[in-house]
Structure formats: structure tokens, C-alpha cells
């Protein structure tokens, strides 16, 4: 068993680190927040005190982090992973970042002789928490091999799907179906809403059909709910879409189906709805309808 450092304790970090820990890893954790130190710290890891001082006491490092900069800060700045790092270990980046980042970041790895894979997630909190998320990863075949019974602590699927960089343009693709299946169902509850239906029977009538999908299975329900406690907060499906985006220009293929997801996705951050759950995209239209999806009697 590995000792395995991991930093970024949130929504995602905190329940892998503790999958990991049942699967008998020996972890030494670290996030800015304390008190998530502490929750992960009850459950059988120590705590560290830094990025640097996490890496310094492992073979493996994981991150688990927002964004690119939060990656790039704690792994490549001061008091980070490789000023603490061991020739031959490995740094593993699960957070979804820009793939022209995870490049970076995974060639000044290796320059230190650290190896590196960019190995983002999909399946959100609940996949987490049961440990069957799945992973798609970049890097190189021996260093995927490595790592591989690890990431089996978190995930139910692994794939190897190319070089540094590979796992975060998979991890973009999936934001685009993600995203825009949840705009795309947001438009038709709401129309059924507004026709005098009830939501939940036409969810119910049309999910074993071609439109069922596991985004219909898991964001129906929270809608019609009015359940919209994050799960996968709509500033961070606002950081994927402005990443694969990006990605997109930089390759020039147009998305201009995403690109219009992203601008109901930016009229709902300027409206304070960044921290609600993405099934929350929905609201726009609701709001330009003027009628609300929820279960009827
Ligand atoms: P989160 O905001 O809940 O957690 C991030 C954690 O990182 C926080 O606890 C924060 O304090 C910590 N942090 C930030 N900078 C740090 C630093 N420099 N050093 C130490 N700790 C630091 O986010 P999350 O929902 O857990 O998501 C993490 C990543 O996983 C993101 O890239 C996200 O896009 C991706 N992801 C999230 C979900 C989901 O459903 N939440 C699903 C798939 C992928």
C-alpha cells in the first residue's frame, strides 16, 4: 500500500481521500480550509500542514482542486508539492482543469523526475462517495499502470485515454453532453410545465425512451424537487465551458451549441446563482418563461 498524500478536501476530495483510506492507504491530507482537514483527519489520515509538507511524506500526491491556478499554486508555487516532492514519485491532478495547464504543470513535474498523470473525474458527490466514479486519465502507459490500483480505490471505470492533457479534453467532452443535455431538459420540463402537465409524469413517460439519460435520472428529480443544494456547483460548470472553449479556439472547431449554454450559464452567475447545483441551469428558462417545474398536487 502506498503512502499517498492528497490536497484539496471539497465536495470531491473529501470522500476519495476517504475511500482511499478504506482501502487501507496511509494518507496524509491537506486543504486551506482546517476544519476539512480535521473531518478527514477523524477518519484515519494525519494531517499536513502544506502542499509541500503533504509531498514530502509521500510516493503518490493527489490534488483535488478547483481550477488550473489552484493547481498550478500548489503544485508549482511556493510551499508547493515539488518543493517537497521525491525524485520517482508521482503526482496525480484528479481536479477538471484547462489541458494546456495539465501539460504544464505534468512537463515541470517530470523535469523535477517526478511522474504525472491528469486524471479528472465524472459522477459527481454520490459517485464519490460510493467509489464508482469514472476516471479518465492522461499520461504515459508505465506511469498509468502505477497508478492504476489507486485510482481503482475511487473509480469503477479508468481510462487511459492518451498523453498529459488527454484525461482533461475527455473530462471537457463530458461537460459539453453534460451541460447541454441539462439545458436541453431544463427547456422541455419547462414547456410541459407551462402546457398544464405535470413534470414528474412526463419525466416518468419519457426516461425509458431515446431521451432517457443518466443527466435526466439524476437532474429530473432535483428540479422538480426544488432541490438545487450542489452536487456540481454552476460556477464550476462555468470554469469547464470557458475551458473547452478555449480548447476549442485554440484548435478551431466551433461550438456554438456550448458557447450558448455558457451565456445562460453566465446570466445565472451575475444573478447569484453560482453556488446552486447545475441542474439549476433550468432557472433561465424558467425565468424567461415565467413558470416553475415542480410536481403538481
Ligand atoms: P470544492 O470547491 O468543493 O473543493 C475544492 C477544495 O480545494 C476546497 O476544499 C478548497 O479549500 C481546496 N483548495 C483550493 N485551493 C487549495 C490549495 N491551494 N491548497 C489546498 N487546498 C485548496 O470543489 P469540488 O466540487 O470538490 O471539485 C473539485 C474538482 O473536481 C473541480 O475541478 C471540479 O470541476 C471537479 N469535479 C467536481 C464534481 C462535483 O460534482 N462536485 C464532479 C466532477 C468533477
Not at 79 to 107: H, Y
Amino acid at each position: 500500500m502506498a503512502k499517498i498524500g492528497f490536497i484539496g478536501l471539497g465536495i470531491m476530495g473529501k470522500p476519495m481521500s476517504k475511500n482511499l483510506i478504506k482501502a487501507g492507504h496511509a494518507l496524509v491530507v491537506y486543504d486551506l480550509v482546517a476544519e476539512r482537514v480535521e473531518e478527514v483527519a477523524a477518519a484515519g489520515a494525519e494531517k499536513g500542514s502544506s502542499a509541500r509538507d503533504v509531498a514530502s511524506r509521500s510516493e503518490v500526491v493527489i490534488t483535488m482542486l478547483p481550477d488550473g491556478p489552484d493547481v498550478e499554486r500548489a503544485v508549482l508555487g511556493p510551499d508547493g508539492v515539488l518543493e517537497g516532492a521525491q525524485r520517482g514519485s508521482l503526482a496525480i491532478d484528479m481536479s477538471s482543469i484547462n489541458p494546456l495547464v495539465a501539460q504544464k504543470v505534468g512537463a515541470a513535474c517530470e523535469a523535477r523526475g517526478v511522474d504525472f498523470l491528469d486524471a479528472p473525474v465524472s459522477g459527481g458527490e454520490p459517485k464519490a462517495i460510493d467509489g464508482t466514479l469514472a476516471i479518465m486519465v492522461g499520461g504515459k502507459q508505465e506511469v498509468f499502470d502505477r497508478a492504476l490500483p489507486i485510482l481503482q480505490a475511487m473509480g469503477s471505470t479508468v481510462t487511459l485515454t492518451g498523453p498529459v492533457g488527454a484525461g482533461n479534453v475527455t473530462k471537457l467532452a463530458n461537460q459539453i453532453i453534460v451541460a447541454v443535455n441539462i439545458a436541453a431538459m431544463g427547456e422541455a420540463l419547462v414547456l410541459a410545465t407551462k402546457a398544464g402537465l405535470d413534470p414528474e409524469v412526463v419525466f416518468q413517460a419519457i426516461r425509458g425512451g431515446l431521451a432517457g439519460s443518466a443527466v435526466l435520472n439524476a437532474k429530473a428529480p432535483m428540479v422538480i424537487g426544488r432541490n438545487f443544494q450542489p452536487g456540481f456547483r454552476i460556477a464550476l460548470h462555468h470554469k469547464d465551458l470557458r475551458n473547452a472553449l478555449q480548447a476549442a479556439e485554440s484548435l478551431s472547431v466551433p461550438l456554438p451549441v456550448t458557447s450558448l449554454v455558457q451565456q445562460m450559464i453566465v446570466a445565472l452567475i451575475n444573478d447569484g446563482k453560482g453556488d446552486l447545483d447545475h441542474s439549476g441551469i433550468t432557472l433561465f428558462t424558467e425565468q424567461t418563461a415565467k413558470v416553475e417545474v415542480r410536481k403538481q398536487g
